[in-house]
């Protein structure tokens, strides 16, 4: 039996959709706390090379599992190009913000991508959007304003980072929808990575010399450090990273693939505990009240935007 039947024309499946959000945000926090841990020695792409080179052997596992390489067809190349450019500049902006701020407040402002495509959904689908969830990704924005505090001298820079990342997110989520009918997770999996590898290569053949490395800022350093052999440690570090990394994409292509973003989204916040305990376990960074208020705007922001979204939803239908 594969891994994904395309044949039973499964594309709404809520519960497993659940199931496999909540693995990947899970993973993923692993995956954060390693980038983080090798963030001050390390080039941003070269972590990102390395840790393509070991995901595209399990990914090419679950690919062989979900039907061979038939499964690796494409009806939309464009669309799939366009979508693993978005999460390449979507991970890459969140890594390089957890190079300079705490992976709480990092993960926090990210999850300001429900709000993000709410927007987005006028914008660009001409959906309705009634007063409650207007309210609701204002109260959402706030809630980034209180943990960033522009204006004050605590206010970091690389907090415009996760902003970015979940913008771009965002728009990668629903091209991933629109892809579901037509791939499968481990096939999204595999062009996503394809993409991270060939443009972090192409970036470090051209600058991996070092010769733009500055420390004006953590997040600038992260990006245009020189690539050099990583030691034994940090290669053990990597490997699994890459591990991870495979079983996440796989996880969060095929969630969203198979279940609607409005039932699996919400599932995405399991993440946040996740960043507040390695936080303080591994850093001691105990979230201050502001954060933690921040924190609770997003959230129940976030999570209302959502509910209300599942619900008008139904009423259409």
């Known amino acids: 039996m594969s891994l994904d039947d395309e044949e039973t024309g499964l594309v709404d499946s809520p519960i497993r959709g659940i199931i496999l959000i909540t693995i990947a945000m899970l993973v993923f926090s692993v995956q954060d706390v ?15 090379f390395i840790r393509g080179l070991v995901a595209i052997i399990p990914i090419c596992f679950f690919v062989y599992m979900s ?39 990092v993960t926090a402002i990210f999850f300001i991508s429900p709000l993000i495509t709410t927007v987005f959904s006028v914008v660009f689908l001409k959906e309705y959007v009634g007063i409650r969830r207007w309210v609701a990704v204002l109260a959402g924005f706030a809630g ?91 290669l053990m570090l990597l490997i699994l990273c890459g591990v991870v990394a495979a079983c996440g994409f796989y996880c969060i292509s095929q969630s969203y693939r198979i279940a609607p973003v409005s039932t699996v989204a919400p599932f995405e ?12 376990v591994i850093w001691n960074e105990i979230p201050p009240a502001t954060t933690l208020i921040g924190i609770a705007m997003i959230i129940s922001s976030g999570l209302y935007v959502l509910h209300r979204a599942s619900i008008l939803k139904k009423r259409t239908a």
């Open 269 to 280: 916040y399991t993440a946040m505990p996740c960043a507040v305990l390695w936080g303080i």
């Open 144 to 234: 980034v304003l209180v943990i960033v505090q522009p204006g004050s001298d605590s206010m970091n820079p690389a907090a415009f980072l996760p902003i970015m990342a979940a913008t771009t997110y965002s728009l990668s989520v629903m091209t991933t929808r629109r892809l579901g009918p037509t791939q499968n997770g481990a096939s999204l999996a595999f062009y996503s990575m394809m993409i991270f590898i060939i443009f972090s290569a192409i970036i470090g053949i051209s600058f991996g010399d070092g010769r733009f490395a500055s420390d004006a800022h953590p997040s600038i350093a992260f990006l245009l450090r020189e690539w050099i052999i990583p030691a034994q440690e940090d």
């Open 34 to 48: 390693i980038i983080r841990l090798l963030s001050g020695g390390y080039s941003g792409f070269e972590i990102v």
């Open 67 to 105: 039907g061979g390489l038939k499964t690796l067809r494409m009806r939309h190349p464009v669309l799939n190009i366009v979508r693993s450019s978005l999460m390449f500049f979507s991970y890459l902006t969140f890594y390089s913000a957890l190079a300079a701020m705490p992976i709480a407040e």
